[in-house]
């Protein structure tokens, strides 16, 4: 399966201001999705993001908030725009995998103060 | 509407006391059910993909099981490396987006 090298592996930030994650994969996958998972929640899709396409953005989430980029078959990242308290989250970027599966990011823990 | 509910919340199990865990899903076309395994701190690790009710597969010590509404992780003799957090998701026909349950926190105590 894919490894997927995601930083940074977490960050405390001023409220007002943006951070950018990057995720970067060892093989080329056509297909990536950014998740958040919110203190004590379950995963929730915020985009998918093919390489040479705009992202498709899950109700909920906007571009403006949440603009990803996707240059390039191996690499992705997602920014966390004008960030309030209610952005604190883990933040997850993910690729299918073999048999079936997906592989995940190790995270980006995201405190928004 | 769709839908992934997890049980228990959570689990504490004495070291070889086997357990199941249990995901009912409403989903009005399955492409897979998956399970994974998510250590503090970590990333989801990837366990299982069933497709279709009947389904078993085994790996060490889990089970996982599928029904047309539900899917079980059976624990068989579980140890203190297995505590963590079980999640469950699913993808619809047609899209390959994984709708995730809340999991269950395992804790396997010596």
């Known amino acids: 399966s894919a490894v997927i090298s995601q930083k940074p592996s977490r960050d405390i930030c001023q409220r007002g201001t943006s951070l950018t994650i990057q995720c970067q994969v060892d093989?080329?996958?056509?297909?990536m999705f950014w998740y958040r998972q919110q203190p004590g929640q379950s995963l929730t899709l915020i985009a998918t993001?093919?390489?040479?396409?705009?992202?498709?953005?899950e109700s909920g989430f906007v571009i403006d908030k949440f603009p990803i980029s996707r240059p390039n078959l191996t690499f992705s990242t997602l920014t966390v725009s004008n960030m309030s308290p209610e952005d604190s989250s883990i933040y997850l970027c993910?690729?299918?995998?073999?048999?079936?599966?997906?592989?995940f990011g190790s995270g980006t823990r995201l405190t928004v103060v | 509407e769709d839908q992934v509910t997890q049980s228990p919340e959570a689990l504490r199990l004495q070291e070889g006391e086997s357990s199941s865990l249990n995901c009912s899903y409403t989903?009005?076309?399955?492409?897979?059910l998956f399970w994974y395994r998510q250590d503090p701190g970590k990333g989801p690790e990837f366990l299982f993909t069933?497709?279709?009710a009947g389904e078993e597969k085994e790996k060490e010590r889990l089970k996982a099981t599928l029904t047309k509404k539900e899917s079980f992780l059976h624990i068989t003799a579980p140890k203190p490396e297995d505590s963590a957090t079980y999640l469950c998701?699913?993808?619809?026909?047609?899209?390959?987006?994984?709708?995730f349950g809340k999991g269950t926190k395992l804790s396997v105590i010596p």
């Open positions: 993910s690729v299918p995998g073999q048999g079936g599966g997906y592989t």
């Open positions: 093989s080329q996958v056509t297909m």
């Open positions: 993001a093919n390489q040479g396409s705009e992202a498709t953005y």
């Open positions: 989903v009005s076309g399955l492409r897979g």
């Open positions: 069933l497709y279709s």
């Open positions: 998701a699913y993808s619809g026909a047609g899209s390959y987006q994984l709708t």
